[in-house]
């Protein structure tokens, strides 16, 4: 069975800082996809970025960019000058294909806190 | 823009009830999923469906069960609710790998 592990259950930074998300997984599959989500209080779950398995290239979204690395079996999230809106829990999350859906198994989060 | 719409935001009931959760989208997506958050256990899917009347077991369904009568509806329900599923319910919908999910906004049940 797949699993996703996020080691850091919270953090905290400074605005305008780097912070950087650790996500581990474990896989037997080729082919799959990841995927960074945030939940701020309102509780609304908010895609950040996505990742192909099949693709070398590191996917960035803005401020938003990950760093995988498929045989060590990690993807983790950058966050680049940092703001207050970014304060919110973060999971990692993995995709695979079972009986016609797309299942998404997700990390512990992360709770990241953006101080001014 | 997608929407997946879960009927309460809080709620509140007594041990042993029959306890309902809705949730409704409005983009005609096959597959929609009941997942539950916990503190530190992020989110454990409780079942999910691929079409309608379609419902399969996710990892946590012990005390839950699922109906799909139309493409747009999913609700969850807890038979016997207990106080050990007090917690944040998210329902959310996919149209396919790319996209990921979208999810509703949670009802956060409390079991007492």
């Known amino acids: 069975a797949q699993t996703v592990t996020q080691s850091q259950p919270e953090m905290s930074v400074q605005e305008a800082e780097t912070v950087t998300l650790s996500c581990t997984y474990d896989?037997?599959?080729?082919?799959?996809?990841l995927f960074w989500y945030k939940q701020p209080p309102s509780r609304q779950m908010i895609l950040v970025i996505r990742?192909?398995?099949?693709?070398?290239q590191n996917a960035t979204e803005n401020r938003f960019s990950v760093n995988f690395q498929k045989a060590a079996k990690s993807f983790s999230l950058k966050i680049s000058d940092s703001q207050l809106g970014d304060t919110a829990m973060y999971f990692c999350?993995?995709?695979?294909?079972?009986?016609?859906?797309?299942?998404?198994?997700f990390g512990q989060g992360t709770r990241l806190t953006i101080n001014p | 823009d997608v929407k997946v719409t879960q009927s309460s935001r809080y709620l509140v009931k007594r041990t042993g009830e029959k306890v309902f959760l809705e949730c409704v989208q409005d983009m005609d997506h096959e597959n929609m999923f009941w997942y539950r958050q916990d503190p530190g256990l992020g989110l454990r899917l409780i079942y999910f469906?691929?079409?309608?009347?379609?419902?399969e077991k996710g990892d946590i369904p012990e005390g839950y069960s699922v109906s799909r009568e139309k493409k747009e509806r999913f609700s969850l329900i807890l038979e016997s609710a207990s106080t050990n599923q007090t917690s944040m319910y998210l329902c959310a919908s996919s149209s396919g790998i790319l996209y990921g999910y979208t999810f509703g906004s949670g009802t956060r049940l409390t079991v007492v």
């Open positions: 999350a993995f995709m695979k294909h079972v009986w016609g859906a797309q299942k998404l198994v």
């Open positions: 896989t037997s599959e080729s082919n799959y996809y």
């Open positions: 990742q192909e398995a099949y693709k070398q």
């Open positions: 469906s691929y079409d309608v009347k379609m419902k």
